[in-house]
């Protein structure tokens, strides 16, 4: 089912509005706060997924509590802009576990821009020198490190829908 296709309606809209708060809850928890019966809710939730606009449901972790307390972006130039030079750095960047989100960006010098969590500076530089400095293309590389997340979100805003 495409996306553009599904029409979201309060019901809708409310249901993705807890589960990005609380994606664990079972669907009886999730009629219960919804206000419909359990049986319709978990159509709707069906229905959502097979359209992709939900995609899953994770646990959020607490990266300082974990032991990963240095968040970096990292801008990333590259040497050549081909299709296939960029396939094979996002083939080498989804294989390290210490990148959490990657972008193809523009209007900067670089060309991809990541969040990573380590432990400290000498994780950091490991991971940099072992790994990001190693994949083929990579010309530049600039980073910025993290002293306070003031907005760290996950939810999407749905007052546009």
């Given at each position: 089912m495409k996306t553009d296709s599904v029409k979201l309606d309060r019901y809708d809209r409310h249901i993705l509005e807890i589960l990005q708060q609380e994606g664990g809850l079972s669907n009886l928890e999730l009629a219960e706060r919804?206000?419909?019966?359990?049986?319709p809710c978990s159509r709707r939730v069906q229905k959502l997924e097979?359209?992709?606009i939900i995609r899953g449901r994770a646990v959020l972790l607490d990266s300082k509590a974990l032991g990963l307390g240095l968040t970096v972006m990292i801008q990333i130039s590259m040497d050549r802009h081909t299709?296939?030079?960029f396939e094979k750095f996002e083939a080498a960047i989804r294989g390290f576990e210490e990148v959490q989100?990657?972008?193809l960006i523009t209007g900067q010098s670089a060309d991809y821009l990541l969040k990573v969590a380590v432990p400290d500076m000498d994780h950091y530089q490991a991971f940099l020198l072992n790994k990001i400095t190693r994949i083929e293309g990579v010309s530049g590389v600039h980073s910025s490190f993290v002293m306070r997340k003031?907005?760290?979100?996950?939810?999407?805003?749905?007052n546009y829908l």
């Open positions: 919804v206000g419909l019966s359990p049986s097979e359209a992709g299709p296939e030079r989100q990657c972008y003031v907005v760290d979100a996950t939810a999407l805003p749905l």
